[in-house]
Nanobody
Framework: QVQLVESGGGSVQSGGSLRLSCKAT?????MGWFRQTPGKEREGVAA???????NYADSVKGRFTISQDDFKTTLYLQMNSLKPEDTAMYYC???????????????????????WGQGTQVTVSS
């Protein structure tokens, strides 16, 4: 079992930055960030494997950066150039499924993540 706790959410104007953090009780094979707005499905934002391989949703590439500390128990999401459409509840997630190879990219499918945090709200105003 892995417990996850997010922090760092808040309100910011368009073009601003925020850094989300997620503390885990133990390392996982991969971790990621998802976001959800009312009436919509939870969507993957970014994911990272313990070997450092990352994946990003097209909507955030070039603006968001996912990273971990060396102990793999703290996950970060640096969000720059924020847009109103980034407004959502952001969730930290983790999983321990295996990958076919060291080159495999972590996917952004909800079903591959077994542990979830309670979420932190991000609001971007124009």
């Amino acid at each position: 079992q892995v417990q996850l706790v997010e922090s760092g959410g808040g309100s910011v104007q368009s073009g601003g930055s925020l850094r989300l953090s997620c503390k885990a009780t133990r390392p996982s094979n991969y971790m990621g960030w998802f976001r959800q707005t009312p009436g919509k499905e939870r969507e993957g934002v970014a994911a990272i494997r313990v070997n450092g391989v990352t994946n990003y949703a097209d909507s955030v590439k070039g603006r968001f950066t996912i990273s971990q500390d060396d102990f793999k128990t703290t996950l970060y999401l640096q969000m720059n150039s924020l847009k109103p459409e980034d407004t959502a509840m952001y969730y930290c997630a983790a999983g321990n499924r295996r990958f076919p190879s060291s080159f495999s990219v972590p996917d952004l499918n909800r079903g591959d993540f077994d542990y979830w945090g309670q979420g932190t709200q991000v609001t971007v105003s124009s």
